[in-house]
């Protein structure tokens, strides 16, 4: 089984900063992808930034040039640096991780955390 536990979600005004982070533990397979997704009232959850153990980042158009994702592979954290938010960056923001291995898809999601954005 594998945890993923957010933190560093709250209440920023526009133009402001927020930095979330992710621990992961449990049976964690060390080539996988740690990743952000976020989920705003009425939409479908989408995907803000990916970034797969030693590979390139993939960022969502709409945050491009503004948020930044890393990761800490020995300690199994991911964080998302928000910089420059905006009312429309307003969602419950998902960490997530996920790998391939011997045909089958591992697919794992934190509880969420609150990040909203006023104007």
């Known amino acids: 089984q594998v945890q993923l536990v957010e933190s560093g979600g709250g209440l920023v005004q526009a133009g402001g900063s927020l930095r979330l982070s992710c621990a992961a533990s449990g049976n964690i397979f060390s080539v996988n992808t740690m990743a952000w997704y976020r989920q705003a009232p009425g939409k479908q959850r989408e995907l803000v930034a990916a970034?797969?153990?030693?590979?390139?980042?993939n960022y969502a158009d709409s945050i491009k040039g503004r948020f930044t994702i890393s990761r800490e592979d020995a300690k199994n954290t991911v964080s998302l640096q928000m910089d420059y938010l905006k009312p429309e960056d307003t969602a419950v923001y998902y960490c997530?991780?996920?790998?391939?291995?011997?045909?089958?898809?591992?697919?794992?999601w934190g509880q969420g955390t609150q990040v909203t954005v006023s104007s």
């Open positions: 970034l797969p153990s030693g590979g390139t980042t």
């Open positions: 997530n991780t996920n790998w391939w291995r011997l045909g089958r898809f591992y697919n794992y």
